[in-house]
T-cell receptor, first 112, second 111 residues
Framework: DAMVIQNPRYQVTQFGKPVTLSCSQTLNHNVMYWYQQKSSQAPKLLFHYYDKDFNNEADTPDNFQSRRPNTSFCFLDIRSPGLGDAAMYLC???????????FGDGTRLSIL | TQLLEQSPQFLSIQEGENLTVYCNSSSVFSSLQWYRQEPGEGPVLLVTVVTGGEVKKLKRLTFQFGDARKDSSLHITAAQPGDTGLYLCAGLFSGNTPLVFGKGTRLSVIA
């Protein structure tokens, strides 16, 4: 059974049109992460939540925002997607920051 | 900045061959993880190593953690097409900083 679920698996949006990606978990983990992964590259951490505490990476563009309304759900909002934002977006969870991460299958975002 | 170097970046081999991929850092890891990612899917955790000199086996995969906890290797014996994927090492350093990923080794095993 999937423990980290991302919806949708594929998302197409228009240049500049806001888009929201969602992630849910059944593991009751404290930490939730959002990564951006472009073709043939390693995942790049955008930000993470430790419980309700939001931690943004220094080089994450302001265009990217996140919400975590409860333990189970976390959202990635891209306010004005550009062509360079086309990528796979991965959600992951871990019990604590120093614990292994469990990944969802990702949402592949395309920008028209 | 704590960096992980993975090598080789790309590897294409014939079915049945053996291979080793490497993960190195100038800093000491508190622990290190290896993930495999198949196309269109998220990374899947293969193993976590914690103790210097530790060796773990997962079927045909052997993971080794360096004595100084600055490097690790993944050895695959008799590779099969099903081993094809992106192999990522990810290290935890001190404190509560999240995982640092290497750039990955993209393995292709040809039947």
């Amino acid at each position: 059974d999937a423990m980290v679920i991302q919806n949708p698996r594929y998302q197409v949006t228009q240049f500049g049109k806001p888009v929201t990606l969602s992630c849910s978990q059944t593991l009751n983990h404290n930490v939730m992460y959002w990564y951006q992964q472009k073709s043939s590259q390693a995942p790049k951490l955008l930000f993470h939540y430790y419980d309700k505490d939001f931690n943004n990476e220094a080089d994450t563009p302001d265009n990217f925002q996140s919400r975590r309304p409860n333990t189970s759900f976390c959202f990635l909002d891209i306010r004005s997607p550009g062509l360079g934002d086309a990528a796979m977006y991965l959600c992951a969870t871990s019990r604590d920051r120093n614990q292994p991460q469990h990944f969802g299958d990702g949402t592949r975002l395309s920008i028209l | 900045t704590q960096l992980l170097e993975q090598s080789p970046q790309f590897l294409s081999i014939q079915e049945g061959e053996n291979l080793t991929v490497y993960c190195n850092s100038s800093s000491v890891f508190s622990s290190l993880q290896w993930y495999r990612q198949e196309p269109g899917e998220g990374p899947v955790l293969l193993v976590t190593v914690v103790t210097g000199g530790e060796v773990k086996k997962l079927k045909r995969l052997t993971f080794q953690f360096g004595d100084a906890r600055k490097d690790s290797s993944l050895h695959i014996t008799a590779a099969q097409p099903g081993d094809t994927g992106l192999y990522l090492c990810a290290g935890l350093f001190s404190g509560n900083t999240p995982l640092v990923f290497g750039k990955g080794t993209r393995l292709s095993v040809i039947a």
